[in-house]
């Protein structure tokens, strides 16, 4: 417990010298009798001269909290952190443990200046326009965010996140971008290179470094839907745009959502899924060789890299898998109640669409529903035509008749119904 005159400073330092550092900040760490941060930080704001204070070169939260507990004569505690506190730093769980564990002792963050801020005005360009992206120690996809920005800044760190940025860049046929790499940001060995990714090396965008990628003709369709046209196909079958639509719809899907497509045929609607939004990761299930290179295409072509392409029937496969919050099923092989029970034990609130064109698999549907695996499922049949010319005139042809499935998912998804 922590008397309420102790306060514990969270000080933004910026990009790491002297010179970048905010006045607030100086005076804040002046006024501090004990710095706790990372080696470079504690070097970085030097000593003044006839003053000494103790300094502990630390970053995890929890080692910075006890040793705030067991030193209670340091009454101002000044712990650093890179770049500004409100922006991708650690300062939130520093926080957050200080509040948890020392009731009564005040926390008080002050900025600094970031690392994208920093780059901008090197480049003589605003921010507030661009999309922001951290890779920092995390995999997170880009190429979607990228795609539909004329702005995008990445945060690197993690070793080896450079030369993998530049590599799905030029997979996904992105060698139009320009991008602008930052290294050792306001240092006198300070480097910012720009080039496309086929002119970069590796070397350029290593260690914590900040990018600013400008994509001078991003994606401006709204909406995640596509048209047949615009798929690779070959012999596979494809869910059509108009039962995809429906299907999507019933998804419900949702801003961080994990979706299973299994037998997910040419990809078309793990595509339309992906593009639901940036943070939606897809696991498209398929056992047929020719159909995973056609979603491998199909990716590449919609630049959804969200999606994860997983060779293999279910569900067996689906094992390996992160639990989904939806699931989607094109095709079972005659799988349908096991890949509903495994999906299932993995989230009992999964939310479930099935598309159904055989009598068979609409049997085992409604085989499910007996056995609880399909709880009040709502269920609609779409028949669909589409003209044709004849001469001078235009028919209509029907296609095959789909059963579209719907059940699982809370209450919220569900309209609280």
């Not at 661009?130 to 996809?141: F, M, T, Y």
């Amino acid at each position: 417990m922590c008397e309420k005159e102790r306060v514990i400073f969270l000080v933004g330092i910026g990009m790491g010298t002297e010179e970048g550092m905010t006045v607030q900040a100086e005076r804040c760490i002046r006024s501090c009798d004990c710095l706790i941060g990372a080696q470079r930080m504690l070097e970085s704001v030097g000593s003044e001269e006839g003053k000494t204070r103790p300094m502990l070169a630390e970053y995890r939260p929890a080692e910075i909290v006890s040793y705030a507990e067991r030193h209670k004569e340091y009454r101002r505690i000044g712990v650093l952190l890179s770049g500004d506190t409100g922006f991708y730093s650690g300062a939130k769980k520093i926080a957050s443990e200080i509040r948890d564990r020392m009731k009564g002792c005040t926390v008080e963050l002050i900025p600094g200046i970031s690392s994208i801020v920093y780059l901008a005005a090197r480049l003589e360009t605003s921010w507030e326009d661009a999309a922001l992206v951290s890779l920092h120690g995390k995999e997170v996809d880009f190429i979607q965010t990228v795609d539909r920005n004329r702005k995008t800044f990445l945060l690197l760190g993690s070793a080896g996140s450079g030369e993998k940025v530049l590599e799905r860049l030029l997979e996904y046929g992105m060698d139009h971008v320009t991008v602008h790499a930052g290294s050792r940001l306001s240092y006198e060995d300070e480097k910012i290179v720009s080039g496309r990714p086929s002119d970069l090396a590796p070397d350029d965008l290593e260690g914590l470094c900040t990018l600013l990628i400008e994509n001078p003709n991003p994606s401006e369709q709204t909406g995640p839907h596509v048209g047949d046209e615009a798929f690779l196909r070959g012999k596979v079958p494809m869910t059509k745009e108009e039962v995809r639509a429906v299907s999507i719809a019933r998804l419900r899907l949702t801003e961080n959502a994990v979706v299973w497509d299994v037998g997910a045929g040419t990809g078309s609607v793990s595509v339309e899924a992906a593009r639901c939004g940036n943070r939606i990761r897809v696991y498209a299930v398929e056992k047929n060789p020719e159909a995973l290179e056609l979603i491998r295409e199909n990716r590449r072509r919609f630049r959804t890299d969200g999606i994860r392409i997983i060779s293999g029937e279910a569900p067996e496969v689906l094992k390996a898998l992160d639990p989904p919050t939806h699931l989607f099923i094109g095709g079972s092989s005659g799988n349908l109640k096991e890949i509903l029970s495994c999906a299932i034990e993995k989230n009992g609130q999964v939310r479930i669409v099935i598309n159904a064109i055989s009598l068979e698999t609409v049997k085992e549907a409604m085989e499910a529903v007996e056995e609880g695996l399909l709880n009040h499922p709502e269920i609609t049949q779409l028949t669909v035509s589409r003209s044709r010319e004849l001469g001078r005139y235009h028919m209509m042809t029907g296609q095959n008749p789909v059963y579209i499935i719907s059940s699982g998912g809370n209450s919220a998804e569900r309209g609280n119904t």
